[in-house]
């Protein structure tokens, strides 16, 4: 298993940044490409970013691009999301998700390729 600690959520007004982290253990975060989705109650969980083994290639949806951004040390076995110029549509549980690398482009698409997923950081964006 990779398990996955999400950090750094928070409550923060309109504007605000905040930077979210996503800490592996067990086997290293580099045999994986990685993601962010984020989920509001009774919806879908949405993608949000998704980054190559390599970190090269970088993937956002357009709702977050310009302001998010997604980055990895596999070194240190983390995966991160700046967010910058929150917006209160922003508000939502953070998930991070690890797929094989092959998987990357459908990881874009749907959360179903998924592999593993972490437990969830809320970020709540005050208007």
């Known amino acids: 298993q990779v398990p996955l600690v999400e950090s750094g959520g928070g409550l923060v007004q309109a504007g605000d ?3 979210l982290s996503c800490a592996a253990s067990g086997r290293t975060v580099s045999n994986y490409a990685m993601g962010w989705f984020r989920q509001d109650p009774g919806k879908g969980r949405e993608f949000v970013a998704a980054i190559s083994r390599s970190g090269t290639n970088l993937f956002y949806a357009d709702s977050v ?3 998010f951004t997604i980055s990895r040390d596999n070194g ?5 999301l700046e967010m910058n ?3 209160p549509e922003d508000t939502a549980v953070y998930y991070c998700a690890a797929v094989p690398p092959l998987l990357l482009f459908r990881l874009c698409v749907s959360p179903s390729v998924v592999e593993y997923w972490g437990q969830g950081t809320q970020v709540t964006v005050s208007s």
């Not at 240190?76 to 991160?80: L, Y």
């Open 17 to 19: 940044s905040l930077r």
């Open 65 to 67: 691009k310009g302001r």
């Open 76 to 80: 240190k076995n983390t995966v991160n």
């Open 85 to 87: 110029s929150l917006k």
